[in-house]
């Protein structure tokens, strides 16, 4: 089932974040070109539950720890087939832009050719704070807590 152009999904459990960022790990690795994820909210909302859950589906089989500290981690993305077809991604980078505090700390890291490549898809945590550095073509997801402890609203918008 492919992403709508705006959404909101109501997530009642871990298990629920789980399938829906499997959903959208296959529905965009058939694509083609660069793929960036901008990943908004707040401490402890699912950002990075959501993206371990997204990689894990594209076959990584390393610990995706979130990058608060290194900033960037690059995982490999193995031989992904899946309704007959071969991804065209060869690596998914993982960004946490919570600690960043200028374009210049951001330009450091080389974000500009990372975002660019295609072979790439870049998840990006905290996303929001450097609107201006995300191309047009951002799919953001905002994933808000919601009235019980493992509800979550989750607005897309492509």
Not at 58 to 73: E, H
Not at 111 to 130: M, R
């Amino acid at each position: 089932m492919p992403l709508k152009k705006k959404q909101i999904i109501h997530l009642f459990s871990k298990a629920e974040m789980v399938r829906f960022a499997a959903r959208v790990a296959k529905d965009l690795s058939q694509k083609r070109g660069p793929i960036v994820i901008g990943l908004v909210g707040d401490l402890g909302a699912g950002k990075t539950a959501f993206t371990q859950s997204f990689l894990k589906t594209l076959g990584v089989k390393s610990r995706v720890a979130s990058p608060t500290f290194i900033l960037l981690c690059p995982h490999a993305l193995p031989a992904y087939r899946t309704g007959g077809r071969t991804a065209h991604h060869h690596t998914a980078y993982h960004a946490d832009l919570y600690r960043l505090d200028s374009h210049k700390e951001l330009q450091a890291l080389e974000f500009k050719k990372i975002i660019s490549n295609p072979g790439h898809i870049v998840l990006v945590e905290w996303a929001d704070k450097f609107k201006k550095a995300m191309p047009k073509n951002t799919i953001w997801i905002k994933i808000e807590h919601g009235a019980k402890k493992t509800e979550r609203h989750v607005t897309i918008r492509k």
